[in-house]
């Protein structure tokens, strides 16, 4: 089958730095989406991977291993405004994004 | 670029009534649209994907003569929630995704937050 492992929920101080790991399987793959969902709105696509290694976009980072079926998000210098749910999201054979119920990570001052 | 609007934002309506919800692709064509749900505190759920031109591709359990598609135009798509019912009451949003040789991004519409009494 095909499923999504994230944490639940994270904790972090404004100003830090915080790591969301997602752990995936999926019938083929191809390529793994970050994204952002403040909560009651649609999300927001924040990166995606599709080779392994680390993409750097601004004070976010997204790393991916295909052969561990792992990916983390990295996020810098952490404002409130970070507050929201992140999905990780890799997407199988037939260009399907699968979703799990994502990250909550709560700043706080 | 790649801005994808709903109509409505949100909705009210009476049990047993009909609500269609527009979901457009404003500054690209769509070749493909995906419906999702939400409900609180869960993940997205795909309903249905659909393609301009064809009939949309509904997942299991979902009901499509209840969750009527309709992808006319390559920036239009449609949702009919028909015969609504309280158990219906959900986020539902749209995506889009641009034609071969994009990087099969989907970009989501802001959602529609529907509500039956």
């Known amino acids: 089958g095909q499923n999504i492992d994230q944490p639940t929920e994270m904790t972090a101080t404004e100003g830090a730095i915080v790591q969301i790991n997602c752990t995936y399987q999926?019938?083929?793959?191809?390529?793994l989406f970050w994204y952002q969902q403040h909560a009651g709105e649609a999300p927001t696509f924040l990166s995606y991977?599709?080779l392994d290694g680390l993409e750097e976009k601004g004070r976010f980072s997204s790393f991916l291993s295909r052969s561990k079926g792992y990916s983390y998000l990295l996020l810098k210098e952490l404002q409130m405004k970070d507050s929201a749910s992140y999905l990780c999201?890799?997407?199988?054979?037939?260009?399907?994004?699968?979703w799990g119920a994502g990250t909550k990570l709560i700043i706080k001052p | 670029g790649a801005v994808v609007s709903q109509h409505p934002s949100w909705v009210i309506c009476k049990s047993g009534t009909s609500v269609k919800i527009e979901c457009r692709s404003l500054?690209?064509?769509?070749?493909?649209m995906f419906w999702y749900r939400q409900f609180p505190k869960q993940s997205l759920m795909l309903m249905a994907t659909?393609?301009?031109?064809?009939?949309?591709?509904?997942e299991q359990g979902v009901e499509k003569d209840k969750f009527l598609i309709n992808h006319a135009s390559l920036t239009l798509s449609t949702l009919t929630v028909t015969s609504a019912h309280p158990e219906d009451s959900s986020f539902y949003i749209c995506?889009?995704?641009?034609?071969?040789?994009?990087?099969?991004?989907?970009?989501f519409g802001p959602g529609t937050r529907l509500t039956v009494l």
């Open positions: 995506s889009a995704r641009r034609g071969a040789g994009d990087v099969n991004e989907q970009f």
């Open positions: 500054d690209f064509q769509a070749t493909t």
């Open positions: 659909s393609n301009e031109g064809s009939k949309a591709t509904y």
């Open positions: 999926t019938s083929g793959f191809n390529g």
């Open positions: 991977n599709v």
């Open positions: 999201a890799p997407m199988d054979s037939n260009y399907q994004l699968i």
